[in-house]
């Protein structure tokens, strides 16, 4: 049983349309969900929590139906759009005394551990915390009403690095502790550290879903100096460096004379994208 | 539902409810279109509405283990109990003015149950402009309550008009409480099955609005 199953999913937009989006998720595993702005990353959040009525396509969450399972469903799923921003002027705790009765799953204990460990002050304001605070705030609540899988909306975007650093090691010990992850974002060097797949969306198409360290295997990057240096038809994406070019090039196209290296994630998106303009 | 309406009491009404709820002490100025008082019922509802919009309330809310349809009716519940409670606290009010030895209102209906009787239309007619509206599109608050604004206000305006040209509204209506009070009680409850039906129907149609709607 795949604890999130996404079917065919299609949404359309006067400006953008969201086609034939499938994936599922691995238990226990970080999944990265990439893209640049306006691929499409959060029209796929927002339609797995019923933010957005998808024109087409199914969800299912633990093996269910979100639709009729909506209740059970939201119980064990933390989502976390972006940080928190509700009721910014209220206390913590008033937001929390609220929150917590909705939850037959609740967990006192664990709201009291995470608060803790994550050095929440009840007495503040969403207004009063950081960026990172706040994101340590919906995981808190959500990791108190028991959330098994976790899908999380650009939550490292706007955090400086050491703030993206420590929430990055948290992602890494919930997953320790058997939750699942799924998080959007463009800030591919996070995903390096943290994710064991990534699902890589393209204007409103998915282009992979699967193990990220395949997926990086599956390309190089060669420098050059000049365009003409190499066969174009093999190459993908290249673009001006600051001195010379660089490309990318998929791994079964690699001769013995062509001189490359790894590449990261990023490379391999920006290459892709830039393949996409030219 | 208990726990999205303590979550609608707590964190989404907006603090200038209760003190419009206190606004029903208007009913003792001698002379003053009355129906007005609840007009501030609307405005509290649109407080609430815009300052959700601020706080994000609905996304907060999609979050809870609640639907989409479940969000609409406890805003609607909200809505009715502050509408209900507006009259609630107008009645003594209401029995004050009727007390003072100075006459009726010279400027439009008098205190007393047949203005609590026709505010009732008044509101239904706030709730099915204002969330007929609002529930299309939940960023839109400001132009919902400006059309439902509207909406009430000609009513007034019709409403004081008809009391002054239909017979039966002039004259056993428009009258002290001492008097047709069978009348006056036939009257009420029409109008609180109108509100009571039509604010349901509007609930209806919003939640189906509002299932549609991509936030």
Redesign the interface.
């Known amino acids: 049983m795949s604890i999130l199953e996404v079917c065919n999913l299609r949404k359309e937009y006067r400006s953008f349309l969201l086609d034939d989006v499938s994936f599922s998720l691995e238990e226990g595993k970080i999944t990265g969900f990439i893209g640049r702005n306006g691929a499409g990353k959060s029209t796929t959040l927002?339609s797995l929590?019923?933010?957005?009525?998808p024109d087409g396509g199914s969800v299912e969450f633990f093996g269910k139906p979100f639709k009729s399972n909506?209740?059970?469903i939201?119980?064990r799923t933390g989502?976390l759009?972006g940080e928190v921003?509700?009721?910014?002027?209220?206390k913590i705790s008033?937001?929390t005394?609220?929150?917590k009765?909705?939850?037959s799953t609740w967990d006192d204990a664990a709201y009291e551990k995470y608060s803790k460990m994550f050095s929440l002050d009840e007495n503040k304001k969403p207004s009063e915390l950081s960026a990172g605070m706040k994101v340590k705030y919906s995981l808190a609540l959500a990791l108190s009403h028991g959330a098994e899988l976790l899908i999380l909306d650009e939550p490292t975007s706007g955090l400086d690095p050491f703030s993206r650093d420590e929430l990055l090691e948290i992602f890494g010990d919930l997953c320790r502790e058997g939750k699942t992850l799924l998080f959007s974002t463009h800030i591919t060097s996070d995903l390096m550290r943290c994710a064991d797949n990534i699902i890589y969306i393209k204007k409103g198409r998915i282009i992979y879903d699967g193990d990220m360290n395949a997926y990086t295997d599956g390309y190089r990057v060669v420098e050059f100096d000049e365009a003409n240096e190499l066969p174009h038809e093999k190459l993908i994406g290249a673009r001006r460096e600051k001195s010379g070019y660089s490309a990318l090039i998929r791994a079964e196209d690699v001769d013995e004379k062509t001189q490359c290296r790894a590449a990261t994630l990023e490379e391999i998106m920006l290459h892709i994208e830039r393949e996409d303009k030219t | 539902m208990i726990?999205l309406l303590?979550?609608e009491f707590?964190?989404a009404m907006h603090p200038t409810a209760p003190i419009f709820l206190a606004l029903s002490a208007m009913l003792i100025i001698p002379n003053y279109p009355y129906y007005v008082v609840f007009f501030y019922t609307g405005l509290a509802i649109f407080f609430t509405c815009l300052s959700g919009r601020e706080?994000?309330?609905i996304?907060?809310s999609?979050?809870?283990?609640?639907?989409?349809r479940k969000i609409v009716a406890a805003r609607f519940i909200y809505a009715v109990i502050l509408e209900t409670a507006q009259i609630a606290v107008a009645v003594p009010f209401a029995l004050i003015r009727q007390s003072m030895d100075i006459g009726g209102n010279a400027v439009g209906m008098d205190a007393g149950i047949s203005l609590f009787a026709l505010s009732l239309p008044m509101m239904t007619l706030f709730n099915a402009v204002f969330f007929g509206s609002y529930y299309k599109d939940v960023k839109k608050v400001g132009a919902s309550f400006a059309k439902a604004s509207i909406a009430m206000f000609l009513y007034i305006a019709v409403a004081e008009m008809l009391a002054h040209i239909i017979p039966f509204m002039r004259d056993v209506l428009d009258t002290p409480d001492t008097e047709y009070v069978p009348e006056k009680l036939i009257v009420l409850a029409v109008c609180v099955l109108i509100y009571a039906t039509g604010t349901f129907f509007v609930y209806r149609k919003a939640a189906s609005d509002f299932?549609?709607?991509?936030?």
Do not use: W
Request: no cysteine; proline share 4%.
């Open positions: 927002k929590f019923g933010f957005v009525r909506e209740d059970e939201k119980r989502f759009l921003n509700y009721y910014a002027g209220k008033a937001i005394r609220v929150t009765p909705f939850f | 726990n303590k979550k707590s964190l706080n994000n309330d996304f907060y999609m979050l809870l283990p609640v639907s989409k299932e549609k709607q991509d936030i």
